[in-house]
DNA sequence: TCATAGAATGAACACGTTTTCAATTCTCGT
DNA sequence: ACGAGAATTGAAAACGTGTTCATTCTATGA
């Protein structure tokens, strides 16, 4: 009865599809979906008036169906920071040349927990979940996404060559910064760097906290004393701020070592432009990062580097892994980091 | 049956809450839905037991029955570019609010047609689709997207105090550039400009062709010459080459107009490191869409400004309107621009 | 007390797909 | 030509929800 009523409004449907090839609704999903048994000329006519019609198989049908929704969910405490833009753009062309789509949800620009929006996005039913989320415990999401599977961003305390944490109990990615802060430290050292300030981040971000750790640890081992820390929350604006209070309020610093490459700018903005100060002949300046601003002439960053595309490409194979075998232990990937000299250390 | 074997693995669904409330299913659907006919003390039982359970209904399978998938589709040729990456920000917060969800989708860099892109991200079902993509008619958008609705960006040729070009056949947001164009070249013309270079976006974004011509059109109302035109995609690195290339290999300039204000920091950067030229007393910059970086020390950029507030409160109002009526003509909401001044002419 | 309207309720259906399973057809070696 | 195993096929069940509709309950007014 549908057959003269050839519906131009709304989607096609696989029935629609079917009726047109004449073949069985059963036939038209097959057609899309490899690895079924079909006969390679029917599968040809079918995709043929597919696309006549202008069908695509409803992900939410099939979801509800075969359980894969094929959504990632990606938490962000702020889309526009760099780092996080830079890599919400890579993993959105991973994930779509696998056949996944990137589902964005801001959360508060503090890094605490937000049990809320959790509850919000477990109703999208993502596949996986990439928390940047950094202070909650990973069997706190697994409670709150019971089937999507949480990947976590760890940073080991001792990172030891082959520092496994034997046997996660979770998938997640290790993040090393040993290597890239050594190389770092031993720049500043070689140009006589005595005092070296600390120019934090948010205070809740675990990476934060890991990268001080990280920092402290590597200047003592080498006889350096502890760092001043100054308190910034990623941004340029507590950067540039936090660094004229260091220097007109606390004791200044021959070096500074910030939290991240935005966090960097700000510091050198005020050091040349409020201060007047020269960089890097009166004060060296260190960032975290390598975004891709950190090249442009005005500033001409020196600063630890992630692996983009490397960390990128490590966070998708977890995923993919996890649900071919979903029941399979817990996956980790290790990244390690190291230092990219320009022309802020000199 | 299920009753004993209280199942901890898996999403919990509304059966089981129901089970546990002693109620039926159907008064646990309307349990979570306003404006259905349910008694009071009934209703805050059932939303108890199901945050006891940790239940949230399953949106695919609301999404197959009401037709309404709550997820936005956001197509982006370059995330990580700032005005994009901020627009992204403000968005997925404001729809979260709302009660949906960003889904954001890569394309290719150049702002052409990706007819593959479209047919993918229809299986996702969005209920919405701003599009990014900038050389796509609407309708050829609607064809593909059949049950979406897409916004368009349009930029009015003719830009009249009332130019509604009066019952759009598609839900629309009008950008108007003449007010910020009018107040830049009138500043450049104050200071004394003669030659004023536009360097360009990427060649098929209908921004920068709106762009382009609105300059042309406001300087020779004004008596001057047509600006020169330097090639650029709206990156740093393009604008970077492009502004030597005007300097080395053509006639130069006294004030350059850029795309965007990212390749207005190009500009400035090849001007102040390559060519040794200041800024603003030997060229004068102004750019385009006031990003958060623009009022950086290094650059301090006088630009034309977009207010991504408002933008982003009337693009969010043109999706729920749309979905509340659906069957109305197109609406459309109209955007201004103005001149932010800062240091880069004077 | 009774009639009546309105609120509250639950059974059944619909949404568009994948998956299971049994039935049918094909292929190939003897 | 025949049988066995493999490939192919379609009917029916399932996924978890919102909606319709007929029924039951409640409160109100005469």
Request: proline share 4%; glycine share 6%.
């Amino acid at each position: 009865m549908t057959e003269s009523e050839q519906a131009p409004r709304g989607r096609a449907t696989a029935e629609m599809v079917a009726a047109r090839a004449k073949v069985s609704r059963v036939a038209v999903s097959r057609a899309f979906n490899p690895h079924t048994s079909l006969k390679p000329e029917k599968r040809e006519l079918i995709l043929k008036v597919a696309q006549e019609l202008n069908y695509t198989p409803d992900r939410a049908a099939r979801a509800l169906v075969s359980g894969r929704s094929h959504l990632v969910g990606v938490i962000v405490p702020d889309v526009c920071s760099h780092w996080e833009s830079q890599e919400i753009d890579a993993l959105t062309t991973a994930l779509q040349a696998e056949g996944f789509a990137t589902l964005l949800f801001k959360t508060r620009t503090d890094y605490s927990m937000d049990e809320q929006l959790l509850a919000y996005m477990r109703g999208f039913n993502p596949d996986s979940v990439i928390a940047f989320v950094e202070n909650v415990k990973p069997h706190t999401l697994a409670r709150f996404l019971d089937r999507a599977v949480p990947i976590y961003i760890h940073y080991p305390q001792a990172e030891l060559a082959d520092d496994a944490g034997d046997e996660p109990l979770h998938d997640r990615l290790n993040v090393l910064q040993r290597d890239g802060v050594e190389q770092a430290v031993a720049l500043l050292q070689g140009f006589g760097a005595k005092r070296i300030a600390y120019l934090s981040g948010a205070e809740k971000s675990r990476a934060n906290g890991a990268r001080e750790r990280m920092l402290r640890q590597v200047m003592a081992e080498r006889g350096l004393a502890p760092p001043v820390v100054a308190g910034g929350d990623f941004s340029y604006d507590a950067a540039y701020q936090a660094t004229i209070d260091l220097f007109r309020v606390g004791e200044g610093a021959d070096a500074i070592f910030a939290a991240n490459d935005v966090g960097a700018f700000g510091v050198i903005d005020a050091l040349r432009h409020e201060l007047k100060l020269r960089v890097p002949e009166d004060v060296k300046v260190i960032g975290f990062d390598d975004i891709a601003q950190s090249h442009w002439k005005s500033y001409n960053l020196t600063t630890v580097k992630f692996d983009l595309d490397e960390r990128v490409r490590a966070l998708v194979r977890l995923i993919l892994r996890r649900l071919t075998t979903p029941d399979a232990p817990g996956f980790q990937e290790t990244l390690n980091t190291r230092l990219v000299v320009r022309g802020t250390v000199g």
